[in-house]
């Protein structure tokens, strides 16, 4: 079988049965964005609309940066409570979101750097992305197949909405904590140094094929606090002083 097609057959199944995939090797990440598409129009998660929520981020402004469209079922409010959500495994990742405030097409997105990009941006808010693995390897999945399965994305927690200004992002502090273990303590731990800086790329990516994102599009932008572990059972409260915070019961 075609690569591809058994990449999605494989995801497919898994989501709908419930039970991990045997891992699948993929060529490159072009395949690994097909089986992404391919799943998301096999199970409906879209229709004919544009993703409205993504995840995307990289090891650093070096490294090769990568994308998601996430089904719009996992996103949720804070305080959110995912007790009867299907989790194999519970990653936990602090993250800041970024919302849109104007359309963007691919003409535009081709000519952003940064702080054309970070212009665009009218909201931001406190995420908190949960890490979960449709492959039975789980996070000892190849990357490829990781990033055919949405980058390993579980769900997403989205704290409240405030208007999105300049900020000192290396003192930036982030407070994660799990259950009834200790507070986590983070500052200016973002891969990129600035959120912003995820931004073109993603947005040259999320527009190909001549699509165009409407305002209110959102990505969440990569961990502060790298991946931590949580189990069944756990409440999670994630802050960034000066923006926010965001909660959920796992």
Not at 24 to 29: I, M, N, R, S
Not at 144 to 161: I, N, R, Y
Not at 239 to 247: L, M, N, T, V
Request: charge should be negative; aromatic fraction near 6%.
């Amino acid at each position: 079988m075609d690569p591809i097609d058994a990449g999605v057959a494989a995801l497919v199944q898994a989501r709908r049965s419930g039970l991990p995939a045997a891992d699948v090797p993929l060529p490159d990440a072009a395949a690994a964005y097909a089986v992404q598409d391919g799943v998301a129009q096999a199970l409906g998660w879209f229709g004919d609309a544009v993703p409205q929520y993504w995840k995307s981020g990289g090891p650093s402004p070096t490294e090769v940066q990568t994308h998601a469209p996430l089904p719009p079922q996992g996103v949720w409010g804070s305080p959110a409570d995912a007790r009867s959500w299907p989790f194999h495994f519970r990653g936990i990742e602090a993250e800041i979101a970024l919302r849109l405030g104007r359309d963007v097409d691919a003409a535009l997105a081709a000519a952003l750097d940064a702080e054309a990009a970070g212009a665009l941006v009218d909201a931001m808010c406190v995420a908190i992305e949960i890490v979960d693995s449709r492959w039975a390897a789980a996070a000892a999945a190849a990357p490829l197949a990781k990033l055919a399965d949405l980058q390993s994305h579980g769900a997403l927690v989205l704290g409240a909405w405030l208007p999105h200004t300049p900020r000192d992002w290396a003192a930036q502090h982030c407070r994660v904590t799990i259950g009834r273990a200790p507070v986590a303590e983070h500052r200016g731990t973002h891969s990129f140094g600035n959120p912003v800086h995820v931004l073109p790329h993603w947005l040259r990516h999320a527009t190909r094929g001549g699509r165009r994102l409407p305002a209110g599009t959102v990505v969440t932008t990569g961990t502060w606090c790298g991946l931590l572990l949580a189990a069944a059972g756990d409440r999670l409260h994630v802050e960034f002083p000066g923006i926010g915070s965001a909660e959920i019961q796992l």
